[in-house]
């Protein structure tokens, strides 16, 4: 069946220091591709996205990479700071359902120390 | 303010005590579905609806019902919860193929 793929479950960098988080999924008819940072004992919040028209975007300190052709996709962000600290997860649209269908990654939990 | 709120927040039962879980939003979006989190497991998809009166099985969907009647609400029941029902569980809207909006999450204990 469907299913994504997040790697590494655990990352820790120091401040200032750049985190790669890494999401590979199976069902070449994924357009959608979403990024959720869940801080601390909060809900899961989009903090950027891509579509599979598109490559690569970028917001401030964090971008997307998408390869269609590997079905893979990254979450880089530079210049970490401690308030970067969270579980990230990654998600790829479910082409049989309808709507805002996704199905998340594990979840990488990065901590970045001071 | 939008919102998608759960209620309750937290709960602690025993095993074969019915309960519901509350959804609500008021963005007005068509699509709704139900979260649990385990450690380790990531966000598994439990029931979801594209609208009114129209639901279907996610991933995870043993031992959970879900209804439709109103646009706005979406709630959760656990018709005879068990231990491994244990989990923290999240409601979320969208509309197409975008954002999609978590309520703050109910943490379930049964014991």
């Known amino acids: 069946g469907e299913n994504v793929e997040q790697h590494p479950s655990t990352l820790s960098v120091q401040e200032g220091d750049s985190a790669v988080i890494k999401c590979t999924y199976s069902?070449?008819?994924?357009?959608?591709f979403p990024w959720y940072k869940q801080e601390l004992g909060k809900r899961p919040q989009l903090i950027i996205d891509?579509?599979?028209?598109?490559g690569e975007k970028k917001d401030q300190r964090i971008a997307v990479t998408l390869n269609k052709t590997a079905k893979h996709f990254s979450l880089h962000i530079t210049e970490t700071q401690p308030e970067d600290s969270a579980v990230y997860f990654c998600?790829?649209?479910?082409?049989?359902?309808?709507?805002?269908?996704?199905?998340f990654g594990k979840g990488t939990t990065l901590s970045v120390s001071s | 303010e939008a919102q998608v709120t759960q209620n309750p927040r937290y709960l602690i039962t025993v095993t074969g005590k019915k309960l519901t879980v509350t959804c609500s939003q008021n963005?007005?979006?068509?699509?709704m579905s139900w979260y649990r989190q385990d450690p380790g497991l990531g966000l598994r998809q439990i029931y979801y609806?594209?609208?009114?009166?129209?639901?279907d099985k996610g991933d995870v969907p043993e031992g959970y019902k879900v209804s439709r009647k109103e646009k706005r609400n979406f709630p959760l029941i656990l018709e005879s919860p068990s231990p491994n029902q244990t989990s923290l569980y999240f409601c979320?809207?969208?509309?197409?193929?975008?954002?999609?909006?978590f309520g703050e999450g109910s943490r379930l204990t049964v014991l």
């Open positions: 609806s594209m609208n009114v009166e129209v639901t």
């Open positions: 963005m007005n979006h068509e699509y």
């Open positions: 979320a809207s969208g509309r197409g193929t975008g954002e999609l909006f």
């Open positions: 998600a790829a649209s479910r082409p049989n359902q309808a709507g805002t269908a996704l199905i």
């Open positions: 891509i579509r599979s028209n598109v």
């Open positions: 069902d070449s008819a994924s357009n959608y």
